[in-house]
């Protein structure tokens, strides 16, 4: 800063300079000073500058329904409902001991219930990156978390869940592989059913996570999986097109045909039900194992299906976690 003494002051005596000395250099210091305050309030714009921060996610109470118009046709001799709309993305399903409606959401990192009045609540928070759920006898649920490639346990009325094994792929950015998806119970030997997505490998898991066991290799991409009531395992390959049937014995059949298949299920008459989210298909499917016959269940309204649960009523619940919805199909 440079100050500059106005004409008049350069004509005092001698008598006056000392004070006009002192006189200028106040001002100076004073509007240094002025200056200094200035620019820490922003500069003499009086303009601060903002930084950006990304908003934390919002998790809705009560979704917001679609009309109905844009839930596409429902299945012959089934009714559609709408259950969830809004900004959450419900992946995979399973039900609690009361038979309510659980989801996770792998983007929020959370795990919701979804209540009989349509409002949500949320469960967990946090997870890194949950994926698949089973909800055991004792209320424990297993949660797959995609992210670390882990399976966790929440005991009942545990707040956080703990890590009770690593599963041995190497998850990557990679096409097709990703960490550990869908995960299924096997009630004939009271054990977990773990697609190893990076590996294209199978496993059993005990309850503890203490012992893991081959069951299958050769898969490319394994994702969700159910077990039927002869313990023979069923389980959906994303990336290979295919559903593949694991019996106790260890052999492996493939049936072929799909596109991404990402979840399984059974319907009350023992059929597969499969959700397949590939872009040109993206439908919930059913498959007549005795007859080999497919039929599209249901098609438009989705983006990509990918949970799948049946209730004991053998209403159907698709989830679609970029469409952000869940919908339900039950028999009329």
């Known amino acids: 800063m440079v100050c500059v003494r106005r004409p008049e002051e350069q004509k005092e005596s001698p008598a006056e300079k000392g004070s006009g000395m002192l006189t200028h250099r106040f001002r100076c ?10 620019t820490a309030c922003g ?12 908003p934390a996610p919002t998790f809705t109470s009560t979704p917001s329904p679609l009309p ?29 001991l009361q038979g309510r409606l659980l989801f996770s959401d792998e983007r929020n990192g959370t795990i919701s219930r979804l209540n009989a009045d349509g409002t949500v609540t949320v469960l967990l928070r946090g997870l890194p990156g949950p994926e698949g759920i089973v909800v055991l006898g004792d209320g424990t649920m297993i949660i797959a978390e995609q992210t670390t490639h882990s399976i966790a346990s929440l005991a009942p009325g545990a707040s956080t869940p703990v890590v009770i094994r690593k599963l041995p792929g ?9 960490g550990v998806d869908g995960i299924a119970f096997d009630p004939t030997t009271n054990t977990l059913i773990i697609p190893d997505s990076p590996t294209g490998e199978v496993y059993r898991l005990s309850l503890d996570g203490q012992t893991l066991t081959l069951l299958a290799s050769g898969l490319v991409r394994p994702v969700g999986a159910a077990v039927d009531g ?13 559903l593949w049937k694991i019996t106790p014995s260890g052999e492996k059949t493939r049936i ?11 319907d009350p008459q023992g059929d597969i039900l499969v959700t397949d989210l590939q872009a040109n298909i ?34 159907i619940y698709v989830s679609d976690d970029v ?4 919908v339900e199909y039950t028999p009329g």
């Open 323 to 326: 469409a952000d919805r869940i």
């Open 29 to 38: 210091v004073w509007m240094l000073l002025c200056l200094t305050l200035l």
């Open 230 to 242: 002869q313990g023979v395992i069923y389980v959906a390959d994303e990336c290979g097109g295919a």
């Open 256 to 266: 072929g045909g799909f596109g991404m298949l990402d979840d399984v299920a059974f």
């Open 282 to 315: 993206h439908a919930l499917i059913r498959l007549n194992l005795a007859t080999g016959k497919r039929q599209t269940l249901a098609s438009d309204g989705f983006i990509e299906p990918q949970g799948l649960a049946v209730d004991t009523q053998g209403d």
């Open 68 to 96: 109905t118009a844009t839930l596409g046709p429902a299945p012959d001799h089934y009714n559609a409902h709408l259950l969830l709309q809004g900004n959450l993305h419900p992946d995979d399903l399973a039900f609690d």
């Open 170 to 178: 190497t998850p990557s950015t990679a096409r097709c592989k990703d």
């Open 43 to 54: 500069g003499t714009s009086g303009v601060q500058s903002a930084t950006t921060r990304s």
